[in-house]
């Protein structure tokens, strides 16, 4: 069974304490890997996605990577406005469908 | 803003009711996707259109429905409604690329069944 699973669920970080956020995959066949921001009450915000094996992409202090059975969000130097859920999500190679399948999220709070 | 519009953004209605959901995506994007998401389930995949046709359909009941339109915008009517149902309701929209599709979400319609 295909299935996306994000660790941790919580995380608490001091300002400027660097980390990273776990993805984990298991689909028959990955077309691509996509990483959301998501504020509460609001919808999720695009910020990577990653295609291939070995694909990184930076954004400001985001930093997404990709292997074949997992990807990481690495955070350095966050801020309080860092805080937020960050959802993976994984788009399979299936025909013509293009739908996501998201984990459960990580949520991150960013203390001053 | 993402580009994808949505309305209404909150909308309260009875048990057994039925309400209609209406998503405007991006400029030039044919393909629509609705997702539930409610406190307990995560972020849910309903159904997926493309130009006007029905695609791929995930976990949807059948008291659901959707439909796109010539004009791209799309709707998700819910009918026969029960408090379970309550949740934020997401559209989102894409465009294929050559080398893959990026996929923007709108800010999501507020359902509360009382």
């Known amino acids: 069974e295909d299935q996306v699973t994000q660790s941790p669920e919580a995380l608490r970080l001091q300002e400027g304490e660097s980390s990273s956020l776990n993805c984990s995959y298991t689909v028959s066949g990955l077309r691509g890997l996509f990483w959301y921001r998501q504020d509460p009450g609001k919808g999720p915000e695009f910020l990577f996605t990653?295609?291939?094996a070995g694909e990184e992409k930076e954004k400001e202090r985001l930093k997404a990577t990709l292997t074949k059975k997992e990807s990481f969000l690495h955070i350095t130097a966050p801020k309080p406005e860092d805080s937020a859920t960050y959802l993976c999500a994984v788009q399979f190679r299936s025909g013509s469908a293009r739908q996501l399948t998201f984990g459960s999220g990580t949520q991150l709070t960013v203390l001053p | 803003d993402s580009g994808v519009t949505q309305t209404p953004k909150h909308l309260i209605t009875a048990t057994g009711q039925r309400v209609t959901l209406r998503c405007s995506p991006r400029s030039g994007d044919l393909s629509v996707y609705w997702y539930q998401q409610s406190l307990d389930q995560g972020l849910q995949f309903l159904i997926q259109?493309?130009?006007?046709?029905?695609?791929a359909k995930g976990n949807i009941l059948e008291r659901f429905s959707a439909q796109q339109f010539p004009d791209l915008h799309s709707e998700l009517n819910l009918s026969s409604l029960e408090l379970g149902d309550s949740a934020l309701y997401f559209c989102a929209s894409s465009v294929e690329g050559r080398y893959g599709n990026t996929i923007y979400f709108g800010e999501g319609s507020w359902l509360t069944v009382v």
């Open positions: 259109y493309y130009n006007g046709e029905e695609r």
């Open positions: 990653l295609y291939s």
